[in-house]
């Protein structure tokens, strides 16, 4: 992520700001809805705009120390930003995962808890007398944002089955990418 950023946009950071701990404070504070628009934080600030990213980035990635000293290095800060940084981000971190998945929860409200899977055999139908069709039975539960759970029960033949193992295949490739593209 900090490959995108132009390294001199929070190279800046110490002189741009009195306190660079303050200032990424209300960047935090803003991302979360805690600082008003009409606040001191400037929301059109390419300093405040490229500092809410890396908090997002940082945290959404999941870094240990040396990977959050390495993007920050990066992305163009100086000894102080890159304390002020730590600090921030060892004391918010909580605050901006919390952000980050309620606006995952917004886009998917639910989410993949535990399945099982059973392998059943068709063997006659109000149609035909006579039928052997294998026919795997997955059983979702899903865990929704309010922490409520909901079971769905999903029967498959097997051309479903392929084409629901070919796309799961796909979702893999896809978010293996964007790991490793982070």
Same mark, same amino acid.
């Given at each position: ?26 960047? %935090? ?19 405040? @705009? ?29 000894? @102080? ?6 600090? %921030?981000? @060892?004391?918010? &971190? ?22 099982? &899977? ?16 294998? %026919? ?20 498959? +033949? @097997? ?12 979702? +893999? ?10």
């Amino acid at each position: 992520f900090a490959e995108e950023m132009d390294p001199t946009q929070l190279g800046g950071l110490a002189e741009a700001a009195p306190s660079p701990r303050q200032f990424l404070h209300d960047c %935090v504070d803003s991302m979360i809805g805690e600082l008003s628009i009409t606040s001191k934080l400037d929301e059109e600030s390419t300093l405040a @705009k490229a500092s809410q990213k890396l908090l997002k980035d940082v945290v959404s990635s999941g870094l240990n120390d040396d990977e959050v000293q390495a993007a920050l290095e990066k992305a163009g800060c100086d000894e @102080k930003a890159q304390a002020a940084f730590t600090t %921030v981000l @060892k004391g918010r &971190w909580r605050d901006i995962q919390h952000h980050l998945e309620q606006n995952v929860s917004a886009i998917f409200p639910s989410h993949l808890k535990d399945f099982d &899977w059973s392998l059943k055999t068709i063997v006659a139908s109000d149609r035909l007398a006579e039928i052997s069709e294998p %026919v795997v039975v997955l059983t979702l539960r899903l865990k929704n944002a309010d922490g409520s759970e909901k079971i769905s029960r999903v029967e498959l +033949n @097997k051309d479903s089955l392929d084409k629901l193992l070919s796309t799961c295949a796909t979702a +893999n490739k896809v978010v293996r990418q964007l790991t490793h593209d982070t």
